[in-house]
Nanobody
């Protein structure tokens, strides 16, 4: 069983940066991909990006490519989402999730989820 805990959310102004963290525990993660999703009020959960734990390769949604970066710290079992040049439309609850299906962008393929952290970007 994988446990995931997000942190780092908050209220920020447009244009600034914010880094979210996802602390993972419960098993070894070498075969997993760790993903970030977000969900704004009244909208479906949206894929943001993911990282393959073992090799560190990443892939992103077009809406955040070039602004957001995912990285991981193997020693700390932690995955990060660095968000730059934040926009009001980035406002959402951000979730960390784990999957064995690297390359997937579908929430249905991610079996373990954190509780989320709120990010609010004011204009």
């Amino acid at each position: 069983q994988v446990q995931l805990v997000e942190s780092g959310g908050g209220l920020v102004q447009a244009g600034v940066s914010l880094r979210l963290s996802c602390a993972a525990s419960g098993r070894t993660f070498g075969s997993y991909a760790m993903g970030w999703f977000r969900q704004a009020p009244g909208k479906e959960r949206e894929f943001v990006g993911a990282i393959y734990w073992s090799g560190g390769s990443t892939y992103y949604a077009d809406s955040v490519k070039g602004r957001f970066t995912i990285s991981r710290d193997n020693a700390k079992n932690t995955v990060y989402l660095q968000m730059n040049s934040l926009k009001p439309e980035d406002t959402a609850v951000y979730y960390c999730a784990a999957t064995l299906r690297y390359g997937s962008r579908s929430a249905r393929d991610f079996g373990s989820w954190g509780r989320g952290t709120q990010v609010t970007v004011s204009s």
